[in-house]
């Protein structure tokens, strides 16, 4: 069954992460799957250590 995309009625997509702090506007507009892998394996091991001490 093939996923169904909402988007809204201007025809633009949601930004993944949208950050204002003061002058500074950042927009993430999709995050590449092998930063999400880089992050869960970093994330694991430092879990991993911190569990073994």
Not at 20 to 45: F, K
């Amino acid at each position: 069954m093939p996923k169904s995309t909402v988007m809204p009625e201007n025809g633009k997509q949601q930004p993944f992460l949208e950050l204002r702090i003061g002058g500074v506007h950042l927009i993430i507009q999709r995050v590449p799957g092998w930063l999400i892998g880089l992050v869960a394996t970093l994330l694991g091991g430092v879990l991993t250590w911190w569990m073994q001490q």
